[in-house]
Structures are given as structure tokens and as C-alpha cells.
């Protein structure tokens, strides 16, 4: 009927079935580049177009698939569209399933050219992943040229290697793209989301995502926590209007079930990037300012007199990573005050003192914690520190 689209390898075209009347999207390629066929044919899942026939005639070949209506990601960036954290976390959730799906093959199928231009969102907001003139079957198979898109490709396979590992990074770098040309305001948006794109986009293959099952993981658990902080922001508006009503306090919503480790490992995991561990110190600040704004927004949510020591003794041992001295004696103040039975945060804070030359105060907030022990007020088990602590207040060492 159409040409509706072209490529490097040939070109697409809207044909209609005559006898059973349905719409078909049928490409022609050179009979040499047969292979999409192949791979198409052995493929059925819910995202990426099925090839219902197959046709060669002369030097060209005609795949046969179903046809999506639809624009792809780049055309609806082009248009303006911008997509919402939580569009990118569900388009996100879609590339590694379909992801998971064509690495788990046997053999393995890695696409090799992951891009916005290969996603087509319908109308009804379903994801297709199309064009499979990149893939390849095997691990690291050699190809004699890179198959994939300047800004896309992982750098193996300018070398001619292509992984899962490779379709990681194209899912990285594609969710950046359709998120905007800034990447650092994804860092103000969602730090979590930023620093799990980072992970995928390494240029060293052992410092990314190792699976899509792994990202699927994480992108879930991102948009789950994303959509119970919006619930609980809805629920305290709807609360707090009844209340101006009313002119009375009524009730409150009750606090959505949250799993503290869970979000505390989450928060903290950024101390083990590389940019932390072995990074320039600006990196580690940098690291340490998100850290803090993580374990910040957790304490709003965690209000359990437990949590609450846990945090501030974070918050204040965090800021001393970032060299922070005058904000880390400020949570330190902040834990005693509030939380004056937590062992660890007058152990913490005592050694705190006495590492910044601050022995006097250490000496007094020793007093005060030896008399809170002896009142049995203390709560923990004692502690290594508390041993080393002692040992410099009593000129031991």
C-alpha cells in the first residue's frame, strides 16, 4: 500500500492481506540479510511483532510480520513528549523483560541496537521492540563490524563483540535519552534511577548490570517506592482537607507498609560504586550529598524510635565522609538529644570529638554516658568503639 519506513538494510512497507483483510508490515531486505528472518520466526513474545510468513523472490527477501501502529520514542521526543520518571520506570520494566526473555534463548539472542528509534508505543500504550537486522546469536560473537548506533552501542562492539552485557548499556543509554539531553537533572529527579543508569552505561563490561533480570528488579522496586510516597502524599492531602472542613482533627491514613532494610540498603548502596571507592574526593562529596538527601526523605517516612537512631547515626557518620564536621556534630546533637538511650550514637559521637581534637567535650560526654549506664537508661549491646573510646578518655593509649 506504503513505504512507511527505511533503513540502512532495506526498507518497510504497509501491505494488506488480501484474502483475510488485516494490515501487514512486510520488509524487504536483500536475500543476503536473511538472518532477521531466522531469529523472528523462533521468537513469540508479547513485545516484539510476530513474522507470520516469509517470501524471497529474485535478490530480495520480504518479512511478513504483524503491524503496529504506532510512533516510535524518538518520533514522540521529536514531537515534544516528555516522558515522567515513572513512564521511563515501566518502559524501563518492558526492555528487560523483553530483554530477560531473548538472553535466556538457547542459544542466547543479544539484540545489538538498542535504541529509541527501535520502540514503538502504541495508542494503547504497549511497547514493541522491532528491528532485529542487529542480533546475534552466542556469546561475545566476533562480527567483523559494529552493528550497532553511534551513542548506543557499548564500546566491545566497536570491536566487533556483542553480550548481554552490550544490550545493558543500550538500555541504559536509551532510557536516558527519551528521560532528556540532560542527564544530571535525572540525579535531581530520582537518584536511585540515576545511579542504576550509570551502572549500565559503564564502559567496562564488569562494572555494569550483569542481567535484566537484575534491572527488572530494580526499576520494580524504584516505581513501587515511588507510587507509595505519591499514595501517601495523596492520603495526607485528602486527610488534611477534611480536617479544614470539619474544623476538627479527625483521622490520619495509615502508614503504608515499608521494609526498613530494604530501603536503608537501597539508600547506602552508593558507597560501594566505584566512584566512591576509588573516586576523587569531589566524587565521594558529591556521592555523600545524595546519600544524605536519601537517608533524609527515609527518616520522614520511618518514624519507629529504632529507625530514627539508625538514620540520624547515618546521617551524621555520612557527613563525616564528606568532611562535613560542623553538620556532622549537628546530627550527632541532634541523636543524643532525641534519642538520649542509643548507645551507639554516644559512642559515635564521643569518638567524633575526640578525632577532631575535641577532648574536653569528649571527656564530658563521657561522664554522661558512664552515668546513663549505671542508671541501666542505655539501650545496644557495648561495642568495640566504646573499648577504644575509653582507652583514650582514661590516658590508656
Known sequence: MEKIASGGEGSIYLARDMELGMLRAVKELP??????????????????PQMVDYIEEGEFCYLVMEYIKGKTLQELRKEGKNFSIEEVLEIGIELADILEYLHSRKPSVFYGDLKPENLILTEKKELYLVDFGSAVNGYCEQQPMCLGTKGYAAPEQYEGKVSAASDIYGLGKTLQKILGKVKWKILFQDPFLFFVLRKCCRKKIKNRYQSATKIKKKFLYILQKRRKSKSAAIYAAIFALTVGILGAIVFFPEKKSYNFAEDLSQATELYYEEKFVEGKREEQKEICFYVEKSLQRLLRFYKKKEEQSRLLLLLALNS???????????????LIL??????????????????????????????????MEQTGSLEGKNMRNEIIWEERICGKN
Not at 523472528?40 to 513474545?45: G, V
Not at 534519642?339 to 559515635?348: K, M
Open 31 to 48: 536475500a543476503k540479510n536473511k538472518r532477521e528472518g531466522k531469529f523472528l520466526k523462533q521468537l513469540s513474545h508479547q513485545n516484539i
Open 320 to 334: 563525616e565522609y564528606a568532611g562535613e564536621k560542623e553538620r556532622a556534630e549537628l546530627y550527632y546533637k541532634q
Open 338 to 371: 532525641y534519642e538520649p538511650e542509643y548507645r551507639a550514637g554516644y559512642v559515635a559521637y564521643g569518638m567524633f570529638l575526640w578525632k577532631n581534637k575535641e577532648k574536653e567535650k569528649s571527656k564530658m560526654l563521657w561522664k554522661e554516658y558512664k552515668a
